[in-house]
């Protein structure tokens, strides 16, 4: 199935789908972007590695065991013979818990490097999950994201993600399904937010580099639709169900509309 949506697809948006895609993006990036970077940079895939002891939906998350052998019930054994000394209270039966277990995370991130210094020019950061929600990858991500906004070193993130906190600062009366915020060092504290909707095309945004340097521009849509095709996500997805997390209804109805073309 061709890539059904003028923007972003909802349905990429689910967490058994999103790590792919992700990493599906930063392969992309790279690929599209190196040629135009040489012979001064060049953009590298990097990779933050950190410990986590929270699971997508919050909860504590159990590394290497599945869920259904938390959960079963112990056959009861036989039961010995009966003491004959009497017993003033009876013994209390164990019940199950679930032990919280760290989780080793990695998380991939683009850097644009000038060739000859090696000095890190550019970070581009596609956000994931974890990187919205109260917890580890949160607190990890916040840390970096100031060490970079108190350094010369340009930042590009990119927000397809409707569920989670929102990292820009953004008006009560204004907001937006996804984001995308270019922080240039030389302009902050200001930085241009590109705001759009489910319905709305991804749009185009700049790739900044030292101050003298000409940007260059990134066609996120146009990567979108080459991941879908190389990644065949069209047959992990059941265009059959509601996509996780769930539309509105208007904007259900508007994607089936899509759907059934």
């Not at 690929?31 to 990779?47: F, W």
């Not at 989670?164 to 504290?189: A, T």
């Amino acid at each position: 199935m061709a890539y059904p949506f003028p923007g972003m697809n909802p349905y990429l948006e689910d967490k058994t789908i999103w790590p792919q895609v992700h990493k599906w993006l930063m392969v992309l990036i790279a690929e599209k972007m190196n040629p135009q970077l040489r012979p001064q940079y060049r953009m590298g895939i990097e990779e933050r590695v950190y410990i986590s002891n929270q699971s997508y939906n919050g909860d504590n998350m159990l590394v290497g065991i599945p869920d259904n052998t938390v959960v079963k019930n112990l056959a009861p054994a036989n039961q010995p013979p009966q003491s004959p000394v009497a017993v003033a209270e009876p013994l209390t039966e164990p019940v199950q818990i679930t032990i919280p277990m760290l989780e080793t995370i990695k998380e991939w991130y683009l850097e644009v490097r000038g060739v000859k210094n090696e000095e890190v020019v550019t970070v581009i950061e596609i956000l994931s999950p974890k990187n919205k929600r109260s917890g580890g990858g949160y607190e990890v991500y916040q840390n970096k994201r100031q060490q970079i906004f108190h350094s010369s070193t340009n930042l590009i993130e990119i927000d397809l993600l409707r569920q989670g906190k929102k990292m820009n600062l953004e008006s009560e009366d204004i907001k937006s399904d996804y984001s995308i915020l270019v922080s240039r060092s030389q302009c902050r504290p200001l930085a241009d937010l590109y705001r759009f909707n489910l319905r709305d095309v991804i749009p185009n945004f700049p790739l900044p580099l030292l101050p003298e340097d000409r940007e260059l521009t990134i066609n996120l849509q146009e990567l979108l639709h080459l991941a879908y095709d190389r990644g065949s996500f069209d047959l992990m997805i059941d265009y059959q169900k509601e996509p996780v997390p769930a539309l509105s209804q208007e904007d259900q109805v508007w994607a089936d509309s899509f759907l059934s073309k």
